[in-house]
C-alpha cells in the first residue's frame, strides 16, 4: 500500500487571499496549463492562441502604463524646494508688499532682486531674495537670467 504524503494534502496548502484582479502572472500560468493540458489530437486553434498572447501583450502593456503613470505622479508631488530649486541665481520682479498691512503697497511698486534661496512654509515654495524679501512663487511677476552673469 503507498501513502500520500499529507504536505499534499489541501488544507495543508498556503492559501492566498483571493483577487478579483488577473495579474501577468496568473494569466501566464493559466495559458501554460492550458497549453500542457491540450488534447495532442486536437490541439488549441492558431488564432485562438493568437488572440490569447494579445490579450497577454495588452495586460503586459496596461501594468507598465500603470507603474509610469504612477511615477509620473509621484514626481509632479516632489517638494516644492526641489521643484523651484532652478530660480537660485535668477533675478524675479514683484509688486512691493507693505510690511504692516502684508498688501501690495499702493501705487503698485515693482521690485527686481536676485533669489538667493527656497524654503517652504506649510508647503509652498518661499523665495528668499538678496534685498532680504521673502515672497511666494504666486507673486511673482517676471523672471530674468541675473545681470550678475
Known amino acids: 500500500?503507498?501513502?500520500?504524503?499529507?504536505?499534499?494534502?489541501l488544507k495543508n496548502q498556503p492559501r492566498s487571499q483571493p483577487s478579483s484582479e488577473l495579474g501577468?502572472?496568473?494569466?501566464?500560468?493559466?495559458?501554460m496549463t492550458q497549453i500542457q493540458n491540450?488534447?495532442?489530437l486536437n490541439p488549441m486553434?492558431?488564432?485562438?492562441?493568437?488572440?490569447?498572447?494579445?490579450?497577454?501583450?495588452?495586460?503586459?502593456q496596461m501594468?507598465?502604463?500603470?507603474?509610469?503613470?504612477?511615477?509620473?505622479v509621484q514626481n509632479q508631488m516632489v517638494s516644492p524646494v526641489?521643484?523651484?530649486?532652478?530660480?537660485?541665481?535668477?533675478e524675479v520682479t514683484y509688486y512691493a508688499i507693505d510690511e504692516e498691512t502684508g498688501k501690495i503697497k499702493e501705487p503698485k511698486e515693482m521690485?527686481?532682486?536676485q533669489v538667493v534661496a527656497i524654503s517652504e512654509r506649510e508647503g509652498f515654495a518661499v523665495i528668499e531674495l538678496a534685498n532680504d524679501d521673502k515672497i511666494y512663487t504666486d507673486e511673482i511677476l517676471r523672471i530674468n537670467e541675473s545681470k550678475a552673469e
Open 1 to 9: 500500500m503507498t501513502t500520500i504524503d499529507p504536505s499534499y494534502y
Open 24 to 31: 501577468k502572472d496568473e494569466f501566464l500560468r493559466i495559458l
Open 38 to 40: 491540450q488534447d495532442p
Open 45 to 60: 486553434d492558431d488564432r485562438e492562441f493568437i488572440t490569447q498572447m494579445t490579450t497577454f501583450s495588452t495586460l503586459e
Open 63 to 72: 501594468i507598465n502604463m500603470n507603474t509610469s503613470i504612477s511615477a509620473l
Open 82 to 90: 526641489i521643484q523651484y530649486s532652478h530660480l537660485i541665481g535668477k
Open 111 to 113: 521690485v527686481t532682486s
